[in-house]
């Protein structure tokens, strides 16, 4: 039987996997485009993204254009988590169709 302990419980939170698979679409993301995408408050994307970063997942830069805007990126850690996540999802869809 499959060690379900081995799912990153960092990462397979609903709304933190949403913002791991959109970071991994692309080099990084907005804060304005991932609330916009996810449909998410202010808050508790900062909550998620926050903890995701306290893990070392995800990156955060700052810029100014026409207003101060935070960019999303994710970490090589939060790359290789999240590869690693995905690989043991695979794990338990294959143990499922046994």
Not at 24 to 38: H, N, P
Not at 80 to 98: A, R, V
Request: hydrophobic share 35%; proline share 1%.
């Amino acid at each position: 039987m499959f060690n379900f302990d081995k799912i990153d419980k960092t990462i397979h939170e609903k709304a933190r996997l949403s913002i791991m698979t959109l970071l991994a679409t692309r080099e990084c993301w907005s804060f304005q485009d991932l609330k916009t995408e996810l449909k998410m408050s202010d808050g508790n994307l900062i909550t998620h993204l926050r903890i995701l970063y306290d893990a070392g997942l995800v990156s955060k830069s700052r810029e100014h254009i026409d207003r101060p805007q935070t960019n999303y990126a994710m970490t090589e850690k939060g790359k290789i988590s999240y590869q690693e996540y995905l690989n043991l999802l695979e794990q338990i869809i294959k143990t499922g169709k046994n």
